[in-house]
């Protein structure tokens, strides 16, 4: 079993409209949680990390469940440029991140 | 300032070549990283490194992956006798002294023919 599992999706939404997807990560010890973000042939980049209370960066709302062990994150009115591939991430220990396979979403005119 | 740099972008070695892939990390930055991300899939933890210290090589799939940073810095990837499934991209990422987000690289795509 793959230590953090998403649903690879795609999400196929219109401009302006709400998309949410979650994550669900195997080891009850992991200490922190990450969303990246990935474009088509390019780098992983962080998009935001993920506290246990909710937390929100402008249209982005990402939130945990550790007693359900599951991730989640929210994108409020689309726009084209949110076309990526969202990274569920976990950090078990001192450095090693541990990633999904990612959810693809794509927003359409 | 800069990012972290990786070199070549794109290699094709033929079944059986060696390869070696540069990483040159953020300046200042003690911890490196190297994932491996096959198509379709997430990155895939390789090793660490903590100044020249590899203090985990967990990850590599085969004793034909060998990772170095001879002196804190700048980090070499090895691949000898590069097999088919090898193909994929290296990335690698650098994070400075007591933060955990990771910056990456923009990879090296390898494709083994």
């Known amino acids: 079993r793959k230590e953090v599992e998403q649903d690879p999706g795609p999400f196929n939404v219109p401009e302006g409209a709400t998309v949410a997807f979650n994550c669900t990560y195997s080891n009850s010890a992991s200490q922190s949680f990450f969303w990246y973000r990935q474009d088509c042939r390019k780098e992983p980049k962080l998009l935001m990390s993920?506290?246990?209370s909710g937390n929100e960066d402008g249209r982005f709302t990402a939130q945990l469940n550790r007693a359900s062990q599951y991730i989640s994150l929210l994108i409020r009115d689309s726009k084209l440029s949110d076309s990526a591939t969202y990274l569920c991430v976990v950090r078990a220990n001192d450095y090693k991140l541990s990633f999904g396979a990612g959810t693809t979403v794509t927003v359409r005119a | 300032g800069a990012g972290v740099s990786q070199s070549p972008r794109y290699k094709v070695a033929k079944r059986g070549q060696d390869v070696a892939l540069r990483c040159d990390p953020i300046?200042?930055?003690?911890?490196l990283f190297w994932y491996q991300q096959a198509l379709g899939q997430g990155p895939e933890f390789l090793t660490y490194f903590q100044n020249e210290a590899q203090l985990d090589k967990s990850g590599l799939p085969s004793d034909r992956f060998f990772a170095e940073r001879p002196e804190g810095s700048v980090s070499t990837l090895k691949i000898q006798r590069t097999q088919q499934e090898d193909s994929a991209v290296y990335l690698c990422a650098s994070s400075p002294q007591g933060r955990t987000e990771a910056f990456f690289g923009q990879g090296t795509r390898l494709t083994v023919v």
């Open positions: 993920v506290y246990s």
């Open positions: 300046s200042g930055h003690v911890s």
